[in-house]
C-alpha cells in the first residue's frame, strides 16, 4: 500500500504507517486535503523513507506496522533517535494500558484507540504541529539570545561576565602565563577552553590535567612521561602530557594540590623549557603556554610551606578571577534555559518549561556549588520530572529550605487560603502542643503560651480541645 495522496504541494509532509486498508477513505477525506500524505506497510519502511525525507509527524498503527506492537514500540524508540522534533502519533485497536504506557515512553504524543473519527484525528495532528512549531520557534529564540550573551562556550551577560570576556580576549593573543582563580563549579576549564580558543594557538593541541585526580605514584609519569624499563611495569616509552602539550597549551587544573617535588620539577620545566621522561638522559625542547587553576588560597599556602614561592610567582603572571554564581544573578534564567534545552534535546524529551515560583526560588538559592550545581539540578529535573511544567515541589528540598521565595509560596499557595481557617488551624496546634506539654493543665499552658487562663479556657471551649 506504499505510495503518496493527491495533497496541496506546500503542505506539511506527513507518514501514515498501517497496513489496514481500510483507513483510506477517511485519510483520503480528512487528511490528503490538508496534508502532503505518503502511505507505507511498516515503521520499518518510514525509517529508510526518512533518511532521503523530512517529514513533520507521522501516524503509526501499533496492530499492524510490524510483526507485533513490541517491535514497532522499539521502531518508535529509533525514530525519536532520528528525529526529535517529528510529531509521532499513535492508534492501537487494544484497550491494553501498558501498550500505550510504553508507546507513550517510546516518544509517541498522542494515542487514540480505533475505531476513531478522522476530523478528531486531524485537529489533534494539527494541535500537536503547532505545538512542536512554537516548541522550535522559542528554541530558536533563546539559541539567539545565549549566542548574543556568550561567548566562546561561556554563557552571561552580567557584568561580572563581561569583565571576564574582556580579560580572556586581552591575555589570548599572547603567551603568557595565566593564572585562574575561583570557587569550584565557576568554570574554570571553560575559560581555559576560551582562551585558547581566541589565540593563535587554537588549532595546536590543548592538553588538560586535573592534578588532584592522580596519586602522587602517578603524578610524574602523567606529567613527564617515562622511557622503557624506567621502572617496573614501565613496558614501553610514553611520552607525558606536557611534552604532548608541544607547540599548543597545558592546562593544570588544581595546581595548588601537586606536592612540593612535583613542584620543583614544574618549575625547572618553565624555567629551561625542557622536560625529561623518567629514566632518559636527554632532555627534550619543548614549547608550550600554561595555563593553571586553583580555587585555594595559594597565598596562605606559599606562607605554611606547601607551596614553592618561586613556582607561585612563576603561575601568577596575569590571574583572572572567575566570579561565582552569586554574585552573578541575573546570569541564572540565562544558564537554566541553555542547560533546560540541551538536556531536553539530550534525552530526546519535549522542551520543559519552568514555573514562575521555580526561577524566583532558583535565584533567590546562594549556589554554594556554582554553575556546575545548578546543571546537576536542571538535568536531575529534565530526567526526574514526568510533566513538561517544572513546579515547586519538584524542587530539591536543600534549595527548598533556605528559600525564602518558596516560604512565601508555600504560605500563599496559587489559589489562595482561607485566613480565618488558617488562623484557626494556627491557634488549635499550639492550644494542642501547650497541653500536651503541661501534661493537660490548662493554667501551666496559658502560662506557657503567655495569655490568660480566663482566654486559654475560652480557646479551648471554641475549639473543642480538651485538656
Same mark, same amino acid.
Given at each position: 500500500?506504499?505510495?503518496?495522496?493527491?495533497?496541496?504541494?506546500?503542505?506539511?509532509? $506527513?507518514?501514515?504507517?498501517?497496513?489496514?486498508?481500510?483507513?483510506?477513505?477517511?485519510?483520503?477525506?480528512?487528511?490528503?486535503?490538508?496534508?502532503?500524505?505518503?502511505?507505507?506497510?511498516? +515503521?520499518?519502511?518510514?525509517?529508510?523513507?526518512?533518511?532521503?525525507?523530512?517529514?513533520?509527524?507521522?501516524? /503509526?498503527?501499533?496492530?499492524?506496522?510490524?510483526?507485533?506492537?513490541?517491535?514497532?514500540?522499539?521502531?518508535?524508540?529509533?525514530?525519536?533517535?532520528?528525529?526529535?522534533?517529528?510529531?509521532?502519533?499513535?492508534?492501537?485497536?487494544?484497550?491494553?494500558?501498558?501498550?500505550?504506557?510504553?508507546?507513550?515512553?517510546?516518544?509517541?504524543?498522542?494515542?487514540?484507540?480505533?475505531?476513531?473519527?478522522?476530523?478528531?484525528?486531524?485537529?489533534?495532528?494539527?494541535?500537536?504541529?503547532?505545538?512542536?512549531?512554537?516548541?522550535?520557534?522559542?528554541?530558536?529564540? =533563546?539559541?539567539?539570545?545565549?549566542?548574543? +550573551? &556568550?561567548?566562546?562556550?561561556?554563557?552571561? =551577560?552580567?557584568?561580572?561576565?563581561?569583565?571576564?570576556?574582556?580579560? $580572556?580576549?586581552?591575555?589570548?593573543?599572547?603567551?603568557?602565563?595565566?593564572?585562574?582563580?575561583?570557587?569550584?563549579?565557576?568554570?574554570?576549564?571553560?575559560?581555559?577552553?576560551?582562551?585558547?580558543?581566541?589565540?593563535?594557538?587554537?588549532?595546536?593541541?590543548?592538553?588538560?590535567?586535573?592534578?588532584?585526580?592522580?596519586?602522587?605514584?602517578? $603524578?610524574?609519569?602523567?606529567?613527564?612521561?617515562?622511557?622503557?624499563?624506567?621502572?617496573?611495569?614501565?613496558?614501553?616509552?610514553?611520552?607525558?602530557?606536557?611534552? %604532548?602539550?608541544?607547540?599548543?597549551?597545558?592546562?593544570?587544573?588544581?595546581?595548588?594540590?601537586?606536592?612540593?617535588?612535583?613542584? &620543583?620539577?614544574?618549575?625547572?620545566?618553565?624555567?629551561?623549557?625542557?622536560?625529561?621522561? /623518567?629514566?632518559?638522559?636527554?632532555?627534550?625542547? /619543548?614549547?608550550?603556554?600554561?595555563?593553571?587553576?586553583?580555587?585555594?588560597?595559594?597565598?596562605?599556602?606559599?606562607?605554611?610551606?606547601?607551596?614553592?614561592? !618561586? %613556582?607561585?610567582?612563576?603561575?601568577?603572571?596575569?590571574?583572572?578571577?572567575?566570579?561565582?554564581?552569586?554574585?552573578?544573578?541575573?546570569?541564572?534564567?540565562?544558564?537554566?534555559?541553555?542547560?533546560?534545552?540541551?538536556?531536553?534535546?539530550?534525552?530526546?524529551?519535549?522542551?520543559?518549561?519552568? !514555573?514562575?515560583?521555580?526561577?524566583?526560588?532558583?535565584? !533567590?538559592?546562594?549556589?554554594?556549588?556554582?554553575?556546575?550545581?545548578?546543571?546537576?539540578?536542571?538535568?536531575?529535573?529534565?530526567?526526574?520530572?514526568?510533566? !513538561?511544567? /517544572?513546579?515547586?515541589?519538584?524542587?530539591?528540598?536543600?534549595?527548598?529550605?533556605? &528559600?525564602?521565595?518558596?516560604?512565601?509560596?508555600?504560605?500563599?499557595?496559587?489559589?489562595? $487560603?482561607?485566613?480565618?481557617?488558617?488562623?484557626? &488551624?494556627?491557634?488549635?496546634?499550639?492550644?494542642?502542643?501547650?497541653?500536651?506539654?503541661?501534661?493537660?493543665?490548662?493554667?501551666?499552658?496559658?502560662?506557657?503560651?503567655?495569655?490568660?487562663?480566663?482566654?486559654?479556657?475560652?480557646?479551648?471551649?471554641?475549639?473543642?480541645?480538651?485538656?
Amino acid at each position: 500500500m506504499p505510495g503518496a495522496l493527491m495533497s496541496p504541494a506546500t503542505a506539511l509532509r $506527513i507518514c501514515i504507517a498501517t497496513r489496514d486498508a481500510a483507513l483510506l477513505p477517511g485519510v483520503q477525506e480528512s487528511l490528503a486535503s490538508v496534508f502532503h500524505i505518503t502511505l507505507v506497510n511498516t +515503521c520499518a519502511e518510514f525509517l529508510s523513507l526518512l533518511e532521503e525525507t523530512p517529514f513533520e509527524a507521522v501516524i /503509526i498503527d501499533l496492530d499492524t506496522a510490524g510483526e507485533s506492537s513490541e517491535e514497532v514500540i522499539g521502531r518508535l524508540k529509533e525514530l525519536r533517535q532520528v528525529n526529535g522534533d517529528m510529531v509521532m502519533l499513535a492508534f492501537t485497536r487494544s484497550y491494553n494500558k501498558r501498550i500505550r504506557r510504553r508507546a507513550e515512553q517510546a516518544g509517541v504524543e498522542d494515542f487514540l484507540v480505533s475505531p476513531f473519527n478522522f476530523a478528531d484525528l486531524r485537529e489533534l495532528l494539527q494541535h500537536h504541529l503547532e505545538l512542536r512549531h512554537r516548541e522550535i520557534e522559542d528554541r530558536a529564540l =533563546r539559541d539567539q539570545v545565549l549566542t548574543r +550573551c &556568550s561567548f566562546c562556550g561561556l554563557i552571561g =551577560r552580567s557584568e561580572p561576565m563581561r569583565r571576564l570576556y574582556d580579560a $580572556i580576549s586581552r591575555v589570548a593573543q599572547g603567551s603568557t602565563t595565566v593564572l585562574l582563580r575561583g570557587e569550584s563549579g565557576t568554570g574554570k576549564e571553560l575559560v581555559a577552553q576560551a582562551i585558547v580558543a581566541c589565540s593563535p594557538r587554537r588549532d595546536k593541541p590543548l592538553v588538560s590535567v586535573n592534578c588532584s585526580a592522580l596519586p602522587e605514584t602517578l $603524578i610524574e609519569s602523567e606529567l613527564f612521561g617515562h622511557e622503557k624499563g624506567a621502572y617496573t611495569g614501565a613496558h614501553e616509552s610514553r611520552p607525558g602530557q606536557i611534552e %604532548l602539550a608541544h607547540g599548543g597549551t597545558l592546562f593544570l587544573d588544581e595546581i595548588g594540590n601537586l606536592g612540593l617535588e612535583m613542584q &620543583s620539577k614544574l618549575l625547572r620545566t618553565l624555567e629551561q623549557h625542557t622536560v625529561q621522561r /623518567i629514566g632518559s638522559k636527554v632532555p627534550k625542547r /619543548i614549547d608550550f603556554r600554561l595555563i593553571t587553576a586553583t580555587n585555594e588560597d595559594l597565598e596562605a599556602a606559599v606562607h605554611s610551606g606547601r607551596f614553592r614561592e !618561586d %613556582l607561585y610567582y612563576r603561575i601568577n603572571v596575569v590571574p583572572i578571577i572567575l566570579p561565582p554564581l552569586r554574585e552573578r544573578e541575573a546570569d541564572i534564567p540565562l544558564l537554566i534555559d541553555h542547560f533546560l534545552s540541551f538536556y531536553c534535546r539530550a534525552n530526546n524529551l519535549p522542551l520543559k518549561r519552568l !514555573d514562575a515560583d521555580v526561577l524566583e526560588i532558583l535565584e !533567590d538559592y546562594h549556589w554554594p556549588g556554582n554553575v556546575r550545581e545548578l546543571e546537576n539540578v536542571v538535568q536531575r529535573l529534565v530526567l526526574m520530572v514526568p510533566s !513538561d511544567v /517544572i513546579h515547586a515541589r519538584h524542587l530539591p528540598q536543600h534549595i527548598l529550605c533556605n &528559600s525564602t521565595a518558596k516560604n512565601e509560596a508555600l504560605l500563599i499557595p496559587e489559589n489562595g $487560603i482561607v485566613f480565618d481557617e488558617e488562623m484557626a &488551624s494556627i491557634e488549635v496546634a499550639y492550644l494542642q502542643a501547650a497541653l500536651r506539654r503541661t501534661h493537660g493543665k490548662k493554667r501551666a499552658a496559658a502560662d506557657l503560651l503567655h495569655i490568660e487562663p480566663r482566654r486559654m479556657k475560652y480557646l479551648c471551649h471554641k475549639y473543642h480541645v480538651r485538656g
